[in-house]
Every structure is written in C-alpha cells, then in structure tokens.
C-alpha cells in the first residue's frame, strides 16, 4: 500500500463515520493512543465529537521524505459542519510499519493559524509555528 492509498483508505474512513478503522490506523506509539488506550473510548469520543464533521474535500499538497520508513504529509481540509465550512491543514507525520503506513502524529493549524488562500500552504508554515505541538 502506497502512502497516497493509505490516505485514500484513512480519509474515506472519516467521511464514512467509520470510527473503528480510524482507531486502527495508528501506530503503536502515537500520542493519539496514549490518550485513547482503548478503540471503545475513542468511538464514544467520536459519536460525540466528530459525527456532526463532514469532510468536504481534502488533498495531500506535498511530502516531505524523513527515512525510508518515515514521511510528513501536508494535508489540506475542507471541513464542514451544521452551521459553517472551514479549511484545516496537518503536516502529518506517517511510519511504515511492516509494510503498511499508520499515522503516528501530526502538527495542525485552522484557519486563524492560516488564513491565505489553501492552495499555498507549505511545509515552511509549520515550520515557523513557535510551539510545535503535535496530537
């Protein structure tokens, strides 16, 4: 499975409310799963707090290759909810594991961290972000 596959699959998962598979595509050692050490805590958190999210649309505007088994991915949102649509990007941060790809972590911004137009985002934006969080 390419990386572009594995975001294919990841964010068709999403949109589909298919929270399971969501939980399933991280890594063992993302800080996602520090927080939601079990699949059932993680799919009451998203009956609560993501099932009114729809994704619109989104893409993976460039990579950024780190080591064979390591790749950063920007990734640009259109999300949308009851009352208001919004763009939301991710420098994502994806390790092959065995042959397949798990999300491990990724730095975010919304649109009050980047409020030009999405089709120019780039990695550098991140990169000048002074606390560098990464969920």
């Not at 800080?31 to 993501?50: E, G, N, R």
């Not at 991710?90 to 491990?104: F, P």
């Not at 911004?109 to 991140?126: Q, Y």
Request: net charge negative.
């Amino acid at each position: 499975m390419t990386v572009q596959d594995f975001l294919e699959s990841r964010f068709e998962a999403l949109q589909q409310g298919k929270f399971k598979a969501v939980y399933q595509s991280y890594h063992e050692d993302s800080p996602f799963l520090q927080q939601f050490s079990s699949c059932d805590d993680y799919l009451c958190f998203a009956k609560q707090q993501l099932s009114d999210i729809t994704i619109k649309n989104w893409y993976c505007s460039a990579q950024r290759i780190l080591d064979d088994k390591r790749v950063e991915c920007l990734l640009v949102m259109e999300l949308e909810t009851s009352d208001q649509s919004m763009f939301f990007y991710e420098s994502a941060l994806l390790i092959q594991d065995e042959g397949q790809w798990y999300y491990h972590s990724a730095q975010k911004l919304g649109a009050d961290d980047f409020s030009g137009d999405p089709a120019t985002i780039n990695f550098s934006v991140f990169d000048q972000v002074e606390q560098k969080i990464r969920y």
